[in-house]
């Protein structure tokens, strides 16, 4: 039994053998276990309170950067409702954002209340609090950059506030106990001196950047690997001729080769076996090691 409590108590939706091919990017996996979705913070500490405590937790946003594999996770996966989603100004320097609000979304807020510094954060693909929990980054900004708290909550429910210099950050890492999720952080205020209508038409220029040299509207997780200092994982991958190398229904993308696109029919299996392949060849022809950007969760394929 995982939970000691009520059900009928939880605010939230509470699901058992829930499948994830629809929660995630990639559209593919198996199921969670039990799956639930926290309306808000106080209904998350309940529900956390009386989980059993070696059942293992995972916790998915808008499902980017992840890979589920097919036999799906075992234990709970847990998801930020509504009640996470958020933005308001609490003092002159700060803004406050939930973590399930959309990175895009914060983005334009500062845009339209003249705020400049995050307008790089438009186009990537996931909720604030996966963001902050990798360091997720695009043209050339970071969003520690501009991080000045976080609030995160424990496996037993007790919430906890981090100042900007309590965390390590670097490129693609942010050490942080792995038992704590992010649920809001406290973002840097960063008046413009340029006027909104060029703010806002730099939001287009990095939007029309990222449609132009990366695949939309098709199932990917974004980056796959990291970038290594000096050269892009791209770059490498198609130096060994890797474009549209495909296993099964997964390929790597012929606009973009750090993606890897699911051409409908393709499971967990075939991405991760491409993403083995991606690696050994990149190494034997160049002697580098890839290191995946992606997390690759759930129980092992047979």
Aim: with cysteine.
């Amino acid at each position: 039994m995982m939970l000691s409590c009520n059900t009928n108590k939880l605010r939230g939706s509470l699901h058992f053998n829930h499948s994830l091919k629809r929660l995630n990017t990639w559209r593919v996996g198996g199921a969670a276990e039990c799956f639930f979705k926290a309306e808000d913070a106080d209904a998350l500490t309940y529900f956390l309170r009386y989980c059993v405590a070696d059942y293992p937790i995972f916790y998915l946003g808008l499902g980017s950067n992840v890979l589920v594999r097919d036999k799906g996770i075992r234990g709970i996966v847990i998801s930020l409702g509504y009640g996470f989603s958020w933005i308001e100004q609490r003092s002159d320097d700060t803004i406050c954002a939930g973590a399930a609000t959309s990175c895009a979304q914060l983005a334009r807020f500062y845009v339209n209340h003249g705020m400049s510094g995050l307008e790089f954060m438009v186009g990537i693909p996931g909720t604030l609090g996966g963001a902050m929990k990798m360091n997720a980054g695009a043209f050339g900004g970071e969003i520690w950059d501009h991080v000045a708290a976080v609030e995160t909550i424990s496996r037993d429910g007790t919430k906890k506030r981090y100042m900007r210099d309590e965390i390590d950050v670097g490129y693609r890492y942010v050490d942080m106990p792995a038992d704590e999720c992010i649920i809001s952080g406290e973002f840097k205020r960063s008046p413009s001196t340029e006027d909104k209508t060029r703010l806002q038409a730099q939001l287009k220029e990095y939007l029309n950047a990222r449609n132009q040299s990366q695949p939309v509207n098709v199932p990917t997780c974004g980056s796959v690997f990291k970038n290594l200092q000096g050269s892009s994982a791209a770059q490498l991958i198609e130096g060994c001729g890797l474009k549209s190398y495909t296993v099964g229904g997964a390929t790597v993308s012929e606009k973009h080769a750090n993606f890897i696109v699911n051409k409908g029919d393709a499971t967990a299996a075939d991405i991760e076996e491409l993403i083995a392949h991606i690696q050994s060849t990149v190494n034997a022809r160049s002697g580098v090691q890839l290191q995946p950007e992606v997390v690759i969760v759930g129980e092992q394929h047979d």
